[in-house]
Nanobody, 122 residues
Framework: QVQLVESGGGLVQAGGSLRLACAAS????????MGWFRQAPGKEREFVAG??????FYADSVKGRFTISRDNAKNRVYLQMNGLEPEDTAVYYC?????????????????WGQGTQVTVSS
């Protein structure tokens, strides 16, 4: 069982930056593929970025602006968001799936955090 808690959301002006963090419980954190998803009002939840043991992967909409990283010693995964746009406004969720196979489908992830709100003003 893995419990995930996100932090770092907030209100920022367009062009600004935020760093989200996800704290994970459990001794096997390093074996999980971690992902960030987001859900804007009235829209479906969508994949943002993911990291497994050796690779990172991103949605096209955030490539070059967002960076995902993990610290296995601290059971943490981070999402550095630069060049934020109003279209990035959403609730951001941290998710985990067992194993190294990465996926952009929310249905492939087993554990979820409660979400953190990111609002980008124009």
């Amino acid at each position: 069982q893995v419990q995930l808690v996100e932090s770092g959301g907030g209100l920022v002006q367009a062009g600004g930056s935020l760093r989200l963090a996800c704290a994970a419980s459990g001794r096997t954190f390093r074996t999980y593929t971690m992902g960030w998803f987001r859900q804007a009002p009235g829209k479906e939840r969508e994949f943002v970025a993911g990291v497994n043991w050796s690779s990172t992967f991103y949605a096209d909409s955030v490539k070059g602006r967002f960076t995902i990283s993990r610290d296995n010693a601290k059971n943490r995964v981070y999402l550095q968001m630069n060049g934020l746009e109003p279209e990035d406004t959403a609730v951001y969720y941290c998710a985990a799936r067992d194993g190294s196979m990465w996926s952009t489908s929310e249905h492939e992830y087993d554990y979820w955090g409660q979400g953190t709100q990111v609002t980008v003003s124009s």
